[in-house]
C-alpha cells in the first residue's frame, strides 16, 4: 500500500508539472528589449507629430505672407499708376494728395540722388508751381556739369514727363531697369522706400538703345498707405 501511494504522489506530481509547463500564461511581460523598441517607436511617432504640426504652421505663414506681398506689390502699382496719370495729366492737386505730409517729394533729374541739392517741395506748395515763375537750380546736366536752371514748368518738360512714361516698355517693380554709366543710389538715398520705375528701351535704332529713358517713382509705406517722396528721371548718361 505505501509503495502504491508513492507511485501515486509521483504521478500526481508529474501531472501538474507537465499541465503548468503546457499552460500559456496569462498576459506575456515583453522582454526589456522589445520594451525599449516600444518607447523609442512612440518618441519618434510623436516627434514626427510635431514636425509635421509645424510644417503646417510654416506653409500657413507662408502663404499668408505670399498673400500680403503680392497684395501690396498690387497696391503699390496702382498707386503709382494713378501718380503718373496725374503727372500725365498736369494735375498738380491729384499729385499733391499723394505726397508724403512731412518729407514732402523730391526731384531727381538723374538716378543718382543728392540729398543736399536735389529740391524736395511740400505738397501744398505743388498746385502753383506749373505757373512759377521762379527758376530753380534742380542739378547739373550730366556731362557739361553746368546747372539746371529751370522754371517748374520746362523742369517738367525735360526732366518728368519728357515721355508718355504712363504707356512705358517696361515697368520694374523694385527693380532697376535703366543702367548706364551713373550709379544710381535709390536704394542708399531712400533706404525704407519701394520705387516703381517706367521704362523706355529705346528710341531710334541707330543709338542701339543708348536712348533709353525712365521716369521713377519712390514711395515710403505709411500704416499700409503708399505716399510719394521722390521723383527720379533717369537716362543714359556719359
Request: glycine share 6%; charged share 15%; with cysteine.
Amino acid at each position: 500500500m505505501g509503495i502504491l501511494r508513492n507511485k501515486m504522489l509521483v504521478i500526481s506530481i508529474i501531472t501538474v508539472l507537465l499541465f503548468t509547463g503546457c499552460s500559456a500564461p496569462a498576459a506575456s511581460t515583453p522582454a526589456p528589449e522589445n520594451a525599449e523598441q516600444t518607447k523609442q517607436i512612440s518618441t519618434l511617432q510623436a516627434e514626427v507629430i510635431a514636425k509635421d504640426s509645424q510644417i503646417l504652421d510654416l506653409t500657413t505663414k507662408f502663404a499668408e505672407l505670399q498673400a500680403l506681398s503680392s497684395s501690396s506689390s498690387a497696391t503699390l502699382l496702382q498707386t503709382s499708376l494713378n501718380v503718373m496719370q496725374a503727372i500725365k495729366d498736369k494735375d498738380m492737386n491729384a499729385l499733391a494728395a499723394y505726397v508724403h505730409p512731412t518729407l514732402g517729394v523730391r526731384f531727381s533729374p538723374y538716378a543718382h540722388i543728392d540729398l543736399v541739392n536735389h529740391l524736395s517741395f511740400a505738397a501744398i506748395n505743388l498746385p502753383a508751381l506749373l505757373t512759377d515763375p521762379t527758376v530753380y537750380t534742380w542739378g547739373s546736366f550730366d556731362g557739361s556739369g553746368d546747372p539746371i536752371n529751370y522754371k517748374f514748368s520746362d523742369y517738367y518738360d525735360n526732366f518728368i514727363y519728357d515721355e508718355d512714361y504712363l504707356n512705358p516698355h517696361l515697368i520694374g517693380n523694385n527693380t532697376i531697369i535703366g543702367k548706364g554709366n551713373l550709379i544710381n543710389n535709390i536704394a542708399t538715398a531712400y533706404p525704407s522706400a519701394s520705387f516703381v520705375e517706367f521704362h523706355f528701351t529705346g528710341f531710334d535704332p541707330q543709338y542701339t538703345g543708348l536712348d533709353w529713358t525712365s521716369l521713377i517713382l519712390v514711395f515710403e509705406n505709411v500704416s499700409g498707405n503708399w505716399l510719394l517722396v521722390g521723383i527720379v528721371h533717369s537716362q543714359w548718361t556719359i
